[in-house]
Nanobody, 121 residues
Framework: QVQLEESGGGLVQPGGSLRLSCAASGSIFSINVMGWYRQAPGQQRELVATITSAGRANYADSVKGQFTISRDNAKNTVYLQMNTLKPEDTAVYYC???????????????WGQGTQVTVSS
């Protein structure tokens, strides 16, 4: 059993900051890529950022220079630092992770339950 638990969402004023966390727990041998996605009302889920186990990050053009993804491999946790937030950043933010449960096993993609981020005055 593997679970991803997100935290850190909430209501913030435009220009403010939030830091999201996503911790993976359970039967985990290794984690490859971890990522953040978001889904605004009436829209499709979209990529925000991903990061490899070596720390290589990739960002959607819309958040480059505004958001920073990082991870702590020892804690199986990925973070998303969001600065200068705008109303259009309002969405449910989901984390995911490619997890290998044993040394010779396949990787599986797991998703968290999502955390709401609302940017409004």
């Amino acid at each position: 059993q593997v679970q991803l638990e997100e935290s850190g969402g909430g209501l913030v004023q435009p220009g403010g900051s939030l830091r999201l966390s996503c911790a993976a727990s359970g039967s985990i041998f290794s984690i490859n890529v971890m990522g953040w996605y978001r889904q605004a009302p009436g829209q499709q889920r979209e990529l925000v950022a991903t990061i490899t186990s070596a720390g290589r990050a990739n960002y959607a053009d819309s958040v480059k220079g505004q958001f920073t993804i990082s991870r702590d491999n020892a804690k199986n946790t990925v973070y998303l630092q969001m600065n200068t937030l705008k109303p259009e950043d309002t969405a449910v933010y989901y984390c995911n992770a490619n997890i290998r449960k044993r040394n010779d096993g396949p990787t599986y993609l797991y998703w968290g339950q999502g955390t709401q981020v609302t940017v409004s005055s």
